[in-house]
């Protein structure tokens, strides 16, 4: 099993950053992939961006130039770097794990409000 324990989302203003940090423990070694999803009141889940273990990173389009997702192998942690925010960035940002037997495991969601 692998657990996932996210941070680092508040309150910012229109046009201002937040990094969001996503600790992963347990069975590391069996991660393919780490993504973020992020939900909005009233909307479905999305993928924002993702990483796979050889660095290999993607993005949705409504984020590109935006965002930017990282590892530190390290610390077992993937991180989320948001700058330029919008007000239509709110939501709860989810962190992810792919494994190699196909399942996925979520944290619990760190909630971003943007002001405008």
């Known amino acids: 099993q692998v657990q996932l324990v996210e941070s680092g989302g508040g309150l910012v203003q229109a046009g201002g950053s937040l990094r969001l940090s996503c600790e992963a423990s347990g069975s590391i070694s069996s991660i393919n992939a780490m993504d973020w999803y992020r939900q909005a009141p009233g909307k479905q889940r999305e993928l924002v961006a993702d990483?796979?273990?050889?660095?290999?990173?993607s993005y949705a389009d409504s984020v590109k130039g935006r965002f930017t997702i990282s590892r530190d192998k390290a610390k077992n942690t993937v991180y989320l770097q948001m700058n330029s925010l919008k007000p239509e960035d709110t939501a709860v940002y989810y962190c992810?794990?792919?494994?190699?037997?196909?399942?996925?495991?979520w944290g619990k969601g760190t909630l971003v409000t943007v002001s405008s």
């Open positions: 992810a794990a792919d494994t190699l037997g196909a399942i996925k495991y």
């Open positions: 990483i796979a273990n050889g660095g290999s990173t």
